[in-house]
């Protein structure tokens, strides 16, 4: 399983590169929510959760580094490097960790994390 779902990130991150929106909202559950670092951050949708991933992509930029980790039933993306040391003013020394949280092949919830340790938890690896 933590291997299918570093692969689904793969397939998620390629959509990404293409800006196939078609196929990062096929990956995703209509109903899915993206949480982002502050409470008020947050996507109710699918058509959301697209729109701002596609917008991220563009408004970072230059990265330095990507990493996936992958889980049972979660997978993390970790970007971190260039244009990404910060959030408005959250600061991300270690750049940001999105969790995704996967379901029959679909994303269900993205939760966005500031430090590994906290992903890492999320994702179910983590004391």
Partial sequence: ????????????????RRDDRDALRARLDPNAIWQGLRD????????????????????FGEIGALALIGAEHHAILHVSGGDVQAVEDIPLPDGIYNVFAISNGRVIR????ADRASAL???????
């Fill in 40 to 59: 008020e951050w947050v996507c109710q949708n699918a058509d959301e959760v697209v729109d701002e991933f596609a917008a991220g992509r563009d408004r």
């Fill in 1 to 16: 399983m933590k291997r299918d779902n570093i692969e689904f990130l793969i397939a998620w991150l390629d959509a990404l």
């Fill in 121 to 127: 938890v999320a994702a179910g690896l983590g004391a």
């Fill in 110 to 113: 993205i939760d966005d994390h």
